[in-house]
């Protein structure tokens, strides 16, 4: 299975700043027809995973503008720009290029 | 807008059965693109995706090679919903259990509420 990795695990933010994320994975997360199947996961506490962004940079129905992601390949990141109090939680990316899907350990970002 | 329900026993035995249904609105388990999964989360283990069933003029199912052997998945097209049964289960499996919807574009876009499932004498 493809192996997600995330650092940091822990990410103090004060309130207005950027938070970035990043994720490697074990093995290139292009699929056969091109795509990449990378997306990011917000989980707010006693809530369940939420998605936030698809195929690593596009942005899901409802998602502001402050979340963006990037990367290519095995090398991801998710940026939070401008962070305000409902961002807290923990932010997990994932892979559905193979057909068990993989998950990162989570990075929990919290305001300082 | 597809809402996932989802009900189940809460404290289950070991070597017994855990068993949950996800109740779909807003789509149908029969539908020709959308793919039904179940994933859980605990401290140890983190995410784990367990499993999916989907209709494409036939239901195929797919599993985790971790619990390969002890799981299946299965829809109710009467009651449009989706069960998750795990047979043999131990303490390794407490976790929160969720459902979720991949609506044919390769990411989970609806989740359900999760259930919190502890396997315990």
């Known amino acids: 299975d493809i192996v997600l990795t995330q650092t940091p695990l822990s990410s103090p933010v004060t309130l207005g700043q950027s938070a970035s994320i990043s994720c490697r994975s074990s093995q290139s997360l292009v699929y056969s027809n091109g795509d990449t199947y990378l997306s990011w996961l917000q989980q707010r506490p006693g809530q369940p995973p939420r998605l936030l962004i698809y195929?690593?940079?596009k942005r899901f129905s409802g998602v502001p503008d402050r979340f963006s992601g990037s990367g290519a390949g095995t090398d991801f990141t998710l940026k939070i720009s401008r962070v305000e109090a409902e961002d807290v939680g923990v932010y997990y990316c994932?892979?559905?290029?193979?057909?068990?899907?993989?998950f990162g350990q989570g990075t929990k970002v919290e305001i300082k | 807008q597809v809402q996932l329900q989802q009900s189940g026993p809460r404290l289950v035995k070991p070597s017994q059965t855990l068993s949950l249904t996800c109740a779909i609105s807003?789509?149908?388990?029969?539908?020709?693109?959308?793919?039904w999964n179940w994933i859980r989360q605990s401290p140890s283990r983190g995410l784990e995706w367990l499993g999916r069933?989907?209709?494409?003029?036939?239901?195929?199912?797919e599993y985790a090679a971790s619990v390969k052997s002890r799981i299946t998945v299965s829809p109710d097209t009467s009651k449009n919903q989706f069960s998750l049964h795990l047979n043999s289960v131990t303490p390794e499996d407490t976790a929160v259990y969720y459902c979720a919807r991949e609506g044919g574009n390769w990411y989970p876009d609806s989740w359900g509420q999760g259930s919190l499932v502890t396997v315990s004498s």
């Open positions: 195929e690593v940079s």
């Open positions: 994932m892979q559905t290029t193979q057909s068990t899907w993989t």
């Open positions: 807003g789509d149908s388990v029969s539908s020709n693109s959308a793919v």
């Open positions: 069933t989907y209709f494409r003029s036939k239901w195929y199912f």
